[in-house]
């Protein structure tokens, strides 16, 4: 495997741009191949065994473009899926919720976590089974928070209704006296500042990007593909439904200008 290859990130939708904006600061000689389920979203209502096939159909799309690595940039995804597909693969897969417990684990004072995410994410446990193999005096309370994806994607981030169903998401995890929040799923970055408004700043936001784009490079490192002599990147955006609607976000979050996304019938992998 070349280390020019690029890698592979997927999501449900636009979330996982936040994990490829952290990706493009950290280890900008990368070059990136999105895939945005945006036909099939959401999946944090969705069965592990319906997210398990759509998975593979989308890691089967990245391996026929070539990619020397995959980021499952979707919480629920990983929470379900990454254990089966990275039995199946021979190239480095990650996810976002291990890089998110190492950095809770690490921020939390009073080990009093809180945890938002979709439903699936909350329903599996996962971050509670990773923030306890870390730290097994930490205590973990789980929010689902099912309506911030549609206010995300309809792009009312700062809008009295976001700021009144964060307000009463959040509020009995602060009851909870949590010092820490992850943001348990790729979209809910996006509300960061609309967050903060709510909870305070005495509470810390944890944004598993980070750690993720972090847990990725030692990854590459390790295997020998780093690619740090490129820097003449060349990313390709794909999503199942709404070229045009998406290439407009990712322009809105992304630090490089995406000036094509093609839309690609992902039934058929
Ligand atoms: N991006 C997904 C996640 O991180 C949430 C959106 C969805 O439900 O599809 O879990």
């Given at each position: ?211 993720t784009a972090i847990t ?33 976000f990712a322009n809105s ?17």
């Amino acid at each position: 495997m070349s280390s020019k290859a690029p890698i592979g990130v997927f999501d449900s939708g636009v979330g996982g741009l936040t994990v490829v904006k952290e990706i493009m600061r950290q280890i900008p000689g990368e070059s990136i191949i999105y895939f945005g389920d945006t036909a099939r979203l959401p999946y944090g209502s969705k069965s592990k065994e319906t997210i398990i096939t759509y998975t593979r159909q989308i890691v089967r799309f990245l391996m026929g473009k070539n990619v020397k690595a995959i980021v499952i940039a979707c919480n629920t995804a990983s929470a379900f899926a990454l254990e089966t597909v990275k039995a199946e693969l021979d190239i480095p897969v990650i996810g976002v919720v291990k890089p998110g417990a190492k950095a809770a684990a690490e921020s939390t004072k009073n080990g009093r976590i809180g945890v938002i995410g979709t439903e699936g994410t909350i329903r599996s446990g996962i971050y509670n089974e990773f923030l306890s193999e870390t730290n097994p005096q930490v205590q973990v309370f789980g929010k689902a928070c099912p309506l911030f994806v549609p206010l995300v994607e309809e792009g009312l981030i700062d809008d009295p209704i976001t700021m009144e169903m964060i307000r009463r998401y959040t509020s009995e995890l602060i009851e909870k006296d949590i010092d820490t929040l992850v943001l348990g799923c790729t979209h809910y970055p996006l509300l960061r500042k609309t967050i903060r408004k709510i909870v305070g700043d005495k509470i810390e936001l944890v944004n598993p990007a980070y750690e993720t784009a972090i847990t990725l490079k030692e990854v590459l490192t390790e295997a020998g593909l780093e690619n740090d002599d490129n820097l003449k990147t060349d990313h390709k955006f794909y999503v199942s439904d709404g070229a045009e609607k998406f290439k407009y976000f990712a322009n809105s979050i992304l630090p490089c200008e995406v000036v094509e996304t093609k839309d690609v019938n992902i039934e058929n992998y």
